[in-house]
């Protein structure tokens, strides 16, 4: 059985969105993603609710989250 080539695999949308805020912060998050909970009194629980119901915003953070991982060596 091989690994999966997705980097999306296996991590929790918490895990993710934490290693983004603790790689860029909440400012370049809410530059990179203009979304008012990364803009606007931001946390981890306001933005999970968020992007858990809104498929647009979702995309957005987890395409920065590949991005992130592809720009850092394994």
């Known amino acids: ?7 999306l695999h296996g991590i929790t949308l918490e895990a993710l969105l934490a290693e983004l805020v603790a790689a860029h912060g909440w400012e370049e998050l809410g ?8 803009n606007f009194d931001p946390s981890i629980s306001s933005s999970l609710k968020f992007l858990r119901k ?11 989250y590949v991005r ?3 720009s850092r060596p394994s």
């Open 1 to 7: 059985m091989t690994a999966s080539k997705d980097p």
């Open 31 to 38: 530059r990179q993603v203009d979304i008012r909970c990364f």
């Open 68 to 70: 992130h991982k592809e």
């Open 54 to 64: 809104t498929p647009w915003a979702r995309a957005k953070v987890e395409a920065l």
